[in-house]
Structure formats: C-alpha cells, structure tokens
C-alpha cells in the first residue's frame, strides 16, 4: 500500500523533467537558428514512457516468497527523456534545419503541457496533504 502512495507524483515529476529538458533543447534550437550547419534536436519521453506502461501492464501479488514472480511489473525508474537530433532535414542551403515557427509551436506546446502538470502534481501534492491532516 505506501509504496503506491507516491507513485502518481513520481509519474508528474518524470513528466516535468522531460518538459525542462524539451524546453532547454527548444531554446537551443531557436537560438541556433543562423547557425551554419546545426542540426536541430528534440526530445523523445512520452512514446518511451508509453512503452514502458503497456509492456508492464500485469504484475502478480506473491503471497509466499517462494512463489514465482509473475509479470513485469511497473519499472517506470529507467524511463527518461532522450535527445535526439534530427539528421534528416535541411531548411536552408548551409544545411541548417531549424525551422523557427515549427520551433515556437513546440515552444507553446511545452509551456502548456508543463503547466498542466504542474497543477497536476500540485493538485496531487494538495490530497495528500489533507489524508495527512485527515481533512482538516
């Protein structure tokens, strides 16, 4: 029982880690825009996490410790945002392929899906809070 107790906000704070990270590899991206030759980058986190939650969907209770361990379980801790670059594509002819309005979409994408989980595990972090004060 407690060790699913946090599980929710360990699941929101993977999530706004890989935003901070798409964040910083969006900036990086705009501001390298005039940059001959750079190759922008993005970042890969919810097809993995995605994986890691379908592939681990079923997880047996051993109710003797010489039973035989029966599924995956749900091993999120080695699921983490990966940065990858984008080789493929060229915008100009110096072959720098960072697309600027691309690139400020993403950005806006980010910021909002940051903020919706940030008042998720606020909203998260407020009922624990009250089953800790027993609703007081």
Known sequence: MWDNIFKPVDLLQKGLSAAWTRNAVIRNNIANVETPGFKASDVEFETLMLEALEGSRFKGTKTHPRHI?????????????????????????????????????????????????????????????????EGR
Do not use: P
């Not at 990858?84 to 720098?96: A, I, L």
């Not at 008042?119 to 624990?128: I, P």
């Open 69 to 133: 361990d029966i599924g995956a379980g749900n091993d999120l801790s080695s699921v983490h945002a990966r940065v990858v670059e984008r080789e493929y594509t060229s915008m100009r002819m110096d072959e720098n392929n960072v697309d600027i309005e691309d690139e400020n979409v993403k950005l806006a994408q980010n910021s909002l899906y940051y903020n919706t989980l940030m008042e998720k595990m606020n909203s998260e972090l407020r009922r624990l809070r009250m089953a800790i004060n």
